[in-house]
């Protein structure tokens, strides 16, 4: 079956310090994979997503970065984050059009 | 381009109280359509789906149609209860040249009262 898991769960980092959230999918191959960040009180806004190993497509001018070293591994990361970062990070996944996503459990980050 | 619009919250109902959550959305051709759940301190979870104009997807007693003459995909239950309590997500399927990326409602929280 597949599955999908995302750590950590919560995270707390200071104004200026790196991050590094990680993604990966198990049971399946060549998904699309996808980063969302759901901010206090707000919907849900696509920040990248990723067709395949190595490509990827940003949908916000921002500070964060995302890469995908391997088929099934997503990674969000920044080098210096900023307290607008803060927010709930979700994941996501699917094999193909119309199946729906997959979500990760998320990863509540507080940028202090 | 592609967007939805939800209705805006917070609801709050009584329990076995009847539930309507609109949902219109503006698309380029016919996208599939989507309901997702978050419970509290929870990721997303799919609650039903239509691919198709006249579709009705359903699911633990959610109901919702692909309208296509009134571009709409209206959630709706008869008679909820205190665990519905969440805020749900009308969402739409973008075609292949977007990344088959989800377009979100801004989410509507409901809270079911005893």
């Known amino acids: 079956s597949q599955t999908i898991h995302q750590w950590p769960a919560t995270l707390v980092q200071p104004v200026g310090s790196p991050l590094s959230l990680e993604c990966t999918v198990e049971?399946?191959?060549?998904?699309?994979l996808y980063w969302y960040r759901q901010a206090a009180g707000r919907g849900l806004q696509l920040l990248f997503y990723s067709v395949g190993i190595g490509q990827i497509s940003s949908e916000v001018p921002q500070n964060l970065s995302a890469s995908r070293p391997q088929d099934r591994q997503f990674i969000l990361s920044s080098k210096k984050l900023l307290l607008s970062d803060s927010g709930f990070y979700l994941c996501?996944?699917?094999?193909?059009?119309?199946?729906?996503?997959?979500f990760g459990s998320g990863t509540r980050l507080t940028v202090v | 381009g592609n967007s939805v619009t939800q209705m805006e919250g917070p609801v709050t109902l009584s329990e076995e109280a009847f539930l309507t959550i609109n949902c219109t959305y503006t698309a380029t051709g016919y996208p599939s359509l989507f309901w997702y759940v978050q419970y509290p301190g929870e990721g997303l979870q799919l609650l039903l789906k239509?691919?198709?104009?006249?579709d009705k997807g359903s699911n633990k007693g959610f109901e919702a149609t692909y309208r296509k003459e009134t571009t709409s995909f209206h959630l709706e239950k008869g008679s909820v209860q205190v665990s519905d309590s969440a805020v749900y997500f009308c969402?739409?399927?973008?075609?292949?040249?977007?990344?088959?990326?989800?377009?979100f409602g801004t989410g509507t929280s409901l809270t079911v009262i005893p």
């Open positions: 996501a996944w699917t094999p193909r059009a119309n199946y729906g996503y997959t």
């Open positions: 969402a739409l399927l973008g075609p292949p040249i977007t990344g088959n990326q989800f377009y």
């Open positions: 049971g399946t191959s060549n998904p699309n």
């Open positions: 239509a691919t198709k104009a006249d």
